[in-house]
């Protein structure tokens, strides 16, 4: 009876133990390339506030700048489903796919969509290189996120280009998939992400 008591008193201090790690473990992941920052205490309530239905691990959170200069963070799409494409302008298939993923930011389908592009990293052309090219593109509804020398795409494990990962809406990492997908591939794809 005492060895039942003393298994029940560990396994309790176990789960215990295992949650409170679980719920501060996500903090040490948080990458902000910006100058906002929230508290732990925030970020466990709002983490705990969102039901995991996803298999996968969390997504690094990240803040970057579009094209225009406005930041972005992965968590501000906190309940949403995300797309991210990572591409380069030297890429000739990112390049060949942009007026696909043009009309698929054009906001007709149940998840977000934004890319990344890494300027000054894996032969990318430097911030304002990039920008001046891409202004005198004609894709009016892709969002370009700046990831500096590549810091989001590390974190991300991405090893070429493009590079395509799906987050639900739960926040959890599903998958990340490398080459081209089209946009059915992409709309299947998040037909299994909850």
């Not at 380069?88 to 990344?116: H, M």
């Not at 509804?141 to 990831?147: E, K, P, R, T, Y």
Request: proline fraction near 2%; charged fraction near 25%.
């Amino acid at each position: 009876m005492k060895n039942i008591k003393i298994i029940g008193v560990l396994l309790v201090a176990v789960l215990v133990g295992s949650t409170l790690t679980g719920c501060l473990g996500n903090n040490k992941n948080k990458i902000s390339a910006g100058d906002n920052k929230s508290s732990a205490a925030e970020e466990i309530k709002m983490e705990s506030d969102i039901k995991v239905m996803n298999t996968g691990k969390k997504a690094i959170d990240f803040e970057l700048k579009d094209l225009q200069g406005k930041s972005h963070k992965l968590s501000d799409y906190a309940g949403k489903k995300v797309y991210i494409k990572y591409w380069a302008s030297w890429c000739s298939i990112c390049l060949a796919g942009l007026n696909e993923i043009n009309t698929l930011s054009s906001g007709n389908s149940d998840f977000e969509v934004i890319t990344i592009v890494s300027p000054g990293f894996r032969g990318e052309k430097k911030s304002e290189d990039f920008k001046k090219w891409f202004s005198g593109l004609e894709y009016k509804n892709i969002i370009v996120l700046l990831d500096e020398e590549g810091t989001i795409s590390n974190k991300y494990e991405v090893r070429g280009y493009p590079t395509s990962s799906f987050i639900g809406s739960d926040g959890i990492l599903v998958k990340t998939l490398p080459g081209h997908k089209s946009n059915e591939d992409i709309i299947a794809e998040f037909k299994n992400v909850k």
